[in-house]
């Protein structure tokens, strides 16, 4: 009545055959050499920012801002001489600690 059963291998078993071929594979690389490089084949270009959809607004808040800042920078002028003057006699104190 004895019956011959073979083994099955258990997960217990294949846990550890997965574990020794992993750490074969890993004693197989290569060791670093300093200083590591990249060797760059292709070009890092990617145009996918240029066909994303802007919303309308944008474009029109940067020419205000532009506009802005023309104006601003137009209306410059001097202060005049005693404004120089006053401002450039004493510039120590305006940076005392």
Same mark, same amino acid.
């Given at each position: 009545?004895?019956?011959?059963?073979?083994?099955?291998?258990?997960?217990?078993?294949?846990?550890? $055959?997965?574990?020794?071929?992993?750490?074969?594979?890993?004693?197989?690389?290569?060791?670093?050499?300093?200083?590591?490089?990249?060797?760059?084949?292709?070009?890092?270009?990617?145009?996918?920012?240029?066909?994303? $959809?802007?919303?309308?607004?944008?474009?029109?808040?940067?020419?205000?801002?532009?506009?802005?800042?023309?104006?601003? $920078?137009?209306?410059?002028?001097?202060?005049? $001489?005693?404004?120089?003057?006053?401002?450039?006699?004493?510039?120590?104190?305006?940076?005392?600690?």
């Amino acid at each position: 009545m004895n019956k011959i059963v073979s083994t099955r291998p258990s997960s217990t078993t294949f846990a550890v $055959a997965m574990s020794a071929a992993i750490l074969t594979g890993q004693l197989q690389y290569p060791s670093r050499v300093e200083p590591y490089q990249v060797i760059q084949v292709g070009g890092t270009y990617s145009d996918f920012m240029e066909h994303l $959809a802007r919303p309308v607004g944008v474009d029109n808040f940067a020419q205000q801002i532009a506009a802005i800042y023309s104006s601003f $920078a137009q209306r410059q002028e001097r202060l005049g $001489a005693e404004f120089e003057a006053a401002i450039f006699s004493d510039l120590e104190s305006l940076y005392e600690a």
